[in-house]
T-cell receptor
Framework: AAGVIQSPRHLIKEKRETATLKCYPIPRHDTVYWYQQGPGQDPQFLISFYEKMQSDKGSIPDRFSAQQFSDYHSELNMSSLELGDSALYFC??????????????FGPGTRLTVT | GEDVEQSLFLSVREGDSSVINCTYTDSSSTYLYWYKQEPGAGLQLLTYIFSNMDMKQDQRLTVLLNKKDKHLSLRIADTQTGDSAIYFC????????????FGSGTKLNVKP
């Protein structure tokens, strides 16, 4: 079965640079979520999109932005990178059904290292 | 995690049962989930339970939910070395179907 695809898998950037992470959800899934997971921490919700519209916003810094495109893929844009942005960034997707479990399926993650 | 708590470590012997516990504080939880994360990998959805259920069994996995005590547990029968991973519980609340609240994760170590 097709899974969530994220690219790149690894990314090394310097401070103050920009980075773009891409996420391709499971086909027919209408919602995409972005999470940040620091070393030894639980995933922290950043932002989500339902049917290409932002549906919820978590602890996403103002330096970050994201969008979902017409083909449902999503991109997380990160500017003015800081050392503290080094983390695993996960994308998850789900198919939303009212009252349903709306299981979120996670991609393998992008490991961002800021030096 | 935000109001979702788990013990950090659990060590068991191969073949034993493992029980991973999770407590949450928001009574409006609608669904609760268990995810497994192996080193350097993404989160793999193991199972979920609807809040009006007490128990759900799926092969070697048994989920127990005590809504009164806001306590969730995951029992893994006949634990194998391949079960070694970090296990996260997550809750979804009634007021926000988008946002999952994750626990801090329990690192399960299975000794041969």
């Amino acid at each position: 079965a097709a899974g969530v695809i994220q690219s790149p898998r690894h990314l090394i950037k310097e401070k103050r640079e920009t980075a773009t992470l891409k996420c391709y959800p499971i086909p027919r899934h209408d919602t995409v979520y972005w999470y940040q997971q620091g070393p030894g921490q639980d995933p922290q919700f950043l932002i989500s999109f339902y049917e290409k519209m932002q549906s919820d916003k978590g602890s996403i810094p103002d330096r970050f932005s994201a969008q979902q495109f017409s083909d449902y893929h999503s991109e997380l844009n990160m500017s003015s990178l800081e050392l503290g942005d080094s983390a695993l960034y996960f994308c998850a997707s789900s198919l939303v059904a009212p009252g349903g479990p709306n299981e979120q399926y996670f991609g393998p993650g992008t490991r961002l290292t800021v030096t | 995690g935000e109001d979702v708590e788990q013990s950090l470590f659990l060590s068991v012997r191969e073949g034993d049962s493992s029980v991973i516990n999770c407590t949450y504080t928001d009574s409006s939880s609608t669904y609760l989930y268990w995810y497994k994360q192996e080193p350097g990998a993404g989160l793999q959805l193991l199972t979920y339970i609807f809040s009006n259920m007490d128990m759900k069994q799926d092969q070697r996995l048994t989920v127990l939910l005590n809504k009164k005590d806001k306590h969730l547990s995951l029992r893994i029968a006949d634990t194998q070395t391949g079960d070694s991973a970090i296990y996260f519980c997550a809750e979804r609340r009634e007021d926000n179907f988008n946002k999952f609240y994750f626990g801090s994760g329990t690192k399960l170590n299975v000794k041969p």
